[in-house]
């Protein structure tokens, strides 16, 4: 019997959730630079989410907020003396950085790691590759803390093998699972894995985007596929429309999401759609079943309300009646196109027949929606069995961590107040609690 789930390790946003505009190309993060953000709310929001999905039998763990401000980065350029001269002159000099270094940006834990499950792997351990998060300053240091977290939780090495990031140079830019899509039978068959990249760091030939950065490249994608040992008949690499990043469309999981044999994708999504199509199809039928293409057509939803909606950015999530449900956020439902197209696809009698929607607000605002909050891991129930059970979703680790949220988080902070040498000492007290919390003090011990 298959035992197989897939578990949701959506990030617990930490108590620096702020509003930056560090991400260039990512519209929304531009968009709302530097407005107040509400990290009480932001946290309540991905909990409120985390909760319901576990209510309804989803299987649903979270990975925990990284420790910031990091005083290893700004220590690293030049920044030194007490905590507090490091945090004043980085504040007065240097506040773009200084604001990096406070990023609560590991909230959107799809960008942790690409995961492949044993299934699909050649040596039947699970395989995580943290991402290296190259292309943003903000992003770039997080894989130390990730791979720490990361190794915490999934211990056994007999099962599991968590590999470090990829070098940190342009020609392996990974954004871990956001630009990753495993498609299968059945989440414990072995699966058909789905890189798509943005551009080819070593073919001057090949198509890029002219106006937003491709964060990922297609080097990047192969190497983590042989860390993996994944099967060459089961590996589908595809380039994403450089048109499509350019008009914001950062990472793949913006605009296509897979669950099963069914894709859901925008027909600008990949530079040639029908060669996509076949590819998978024949890699699918390798994995023993065929491939359900849900297109949406420009004419249906533009690329633009795609974006402002998060349409894709959504959870596709198999139901214990083979149905499947897609989790939105509430934006969607405010698109009257996006509104008019889900309306139409649970009608249809196709494989999606219901939406879950979700008040997602503070993190949609930096250009996070459902998918990029959580990071995907199938399991058998011997490998569930042999993680770490505190990051595990229950109704009273929710409650345990909303009253610890109540007690630690501010619900204002705008870019300025990063400047101030309490947050930094309150955001230690917090996440030193929390880790007591999830029986992971390692992870705020150093
Ligand atoms: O990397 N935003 C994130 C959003 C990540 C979304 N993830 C996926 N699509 N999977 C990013 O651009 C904004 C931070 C700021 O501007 O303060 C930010 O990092």
Known sequence: MDTTREFNFDGLVGPSHNYAGLSFGNVASFSNVK??????QAALQGLAKMRALAARGFAQALLPPQLRPDFRLLRSIGFGGSDADVLARAAREAPVIL????????????????????????????????????????????????????????????????HDALPATPAFGDE??????????????????????????????????????ARQTLEASQAVARLHGLQPQRTVYVQQ??????????????????????????QQAFLDESAVITALQH????????????????????????????????????????????????????NPAVARYLQGLVASGGPVDELISFDLRQSMRNG???????????????????????????????????????????????????????????????????????GLPELYAF
Not at 144 to 157: E, K, M, P, Y
Not at 241 to 266: C, E, K, R, S, T
Not at 287 to 310: F, M
Request: glycine content about 6%.
């Open 35 to 40: 407005s107040m953000s509400n990290p009480k």
């Open 99 to 162: 604001a990096c270094a406070y990023s609560a940006a590991p909230m959107w834990s799809a960008n942790a790691a690409t995961v492949s499950p044993s299934a699909d792997t050649m040596d039947g351990r699970v395989h995580f590759t943290v991402a290296n998060l190259n292309s943003k300053l903000h992003r770039s240091y997080e894989q130390t803390q990730t791979a720490r977290a990361l190794r915490s939780i999934f211990r056994d090495g007999t099962r599991f093998a968590v």
């Open 176 to 213: 871990g699972a956001a630009n990753h899509t495993r498609l299968c039978a059945a989440h414990g068959a072995a699966g058909v894995e789905l890189f798509v990249y943005g551009r080819v760091e070593f073919d001057a030939a090949a198509l890029a985007p002219q106006r937003f950065p």
């Open 241 to 266: 429309d450089p048109a499509a990043i350019d008009q914001g469309v950062f990472h793949n999981d913006v605009i296509a999401v897979g669950n099963g044999n069914v894709l859901l994708y925008h």
């Open 283 to 334: 890699a699918l039928a390798d994995a023993g079943t065929e491939l359900q293409p849900i297109r949406v057509a420009s004419s249906q939803v533009p690329v633009a309300d795609a974006v402002a909606s998060y349409l894709f950015n959504s959870q596709l999530l198999s139901k214990s009646d083979g149905r499947m449900a897609l989790v939105v956020p509430q934006e969607c439902q405010e």
């Open 368 to 438: 996070g929606g459902p998918a990029c909050l959580r990071l995907r891991v199938a399991l058998s129930a011997a490998e569930a069995a042999a993680m770490h059970q505190g990051v595990v979703m229950t109704e009273s680790l929710y409650a345990s961590l909303v009253a610890w949220v109540g007690r630690h988080y501010r619900d204002r902070l705008a870019p300025q107040d990063l400047a101030d040498p309490l947050l930094a000492i309150e955001i230690q007290a917090a996440l030193e609690e929390l880790g007591m919390i999830l």
